[in-house]
C-alpha cells in the first residue's frame, strides 16, 4: 500500500508514454524476429499455444484484457526464442503468482493491501516479464547464447520471488521490516520484508531454476546462479520501495522493471 499520495499528472504521463513506447519497442524486437521463421512449422504453433495461454489467464481473471495481450507478446517471444523449456518457466510464474496472490485473499482484503480486483494489467505484465523476453530474443539472436539465457531466466526468477514473497508475507505476517532500518511497519507496506515471505519468495526463485535445470536449459551451477540473482533482485525492489517509491519518485512498475534488469545483468555478467 503506498505510503505517499499518488505521482502527479506529468509523472503518471511520463510513464504511460514510457510503457507504450517499451511495448511498441518488444513488438518490433518479436517482429523481426518472427519473420525469419518458418510460419507453419514454428511461428503458428507457437502463436496458437500462447494465444490460448492468454485466454486461459483472462478467464481465470488473473489479468486484464491488456495484461492478457502483453502476456501473448512476451510468452511468444519465450517460446519462439527458447523454446517449450522456457515457456514453462514462464508458466510456472504464472501459476506461482496467481496462487501467492490468491493466497490469504481475505485477509489482505480486510487489510485493504490485496491485489486490485480483475487482475494485472498489460504495464504490470511488462514490468516483470519484459526484461526476461528481451534478453531471452538477445540470446537466440547474439553469440553470447548461454549468458544471455542465464539472464532472461534470472529476471524470470526476480518476477517470481518477489511477487510470491510480498504476496504470501501480506497474508502470513502481521507485521514486517523496513529493509532499511529493520523498523517493524504494517504489512503490505512499501520496502517491507517478512521472515515467511522472504523464504518463500527465495523458493519460488528456486523452483524457476530447477525447472530450467530439469529441462536441460542450464547446468546446477547456472541454476544457483539464476536463483541467487533472482533472490537479490528481490531484496533490491524492497530497497526500492523503502526509497524511492515511497517517496513517489518511482512507481511500483518502475521498481519491478529495475529489479528484473539488475536480476538479468548481475547474472548474465557472472555466467560470461
Known sequence: MDALPHASTPTRT??????ILFALGLLALFSAI???IPFCARLLPALMITLAFAVVARVLAS?????????????????????????VAALLVFVLTLLATKFGKKRKQSL???????????????ANLGICAIFAVLSAITSRRLPLLVGSLAALAEAACDTVSSETGKALALQARLVTSGRLVPAGTDGAISIPGTLLGVGAAALVALEAMIAGLIDLRRALIVAAAGTLGMF???????????????????????STLAAALLATTLTW
Do not use: C, H, Y
Request: aromatic share 8%; proline share 1%.
Open 14 to 19: 511520463s510513464s504511460a508514454r514510457f510503457w
Open 112 to 126: 485493504r493491501i490485496a491485489e486490485r480486483s480483475g487482475g494485472r494489467d498489460g504495464t504490470q505484465v511488462m
Open 34 to 36: 518472427a519473420v525469419k
Open 236 to 258: 533490491l525492489d524492497s530497497l526500492l520501495g523503502a526509497t524511492l517509491e515511497r517517496r513517489g519518485r518511482f512507481t511500483n512498475n518502475a521498481v519491478n522493471f529495475v
Open 63 to 87: 489479468v486484464t484484457g491488456s495484461g492478457a495481450a502483453a502476456g501473448f507478446l512476451v510468452t511468444s517471444m519465450l517460446l519462439v526464442t527458447s523454446g517449450p523449456a522456457m515457456f
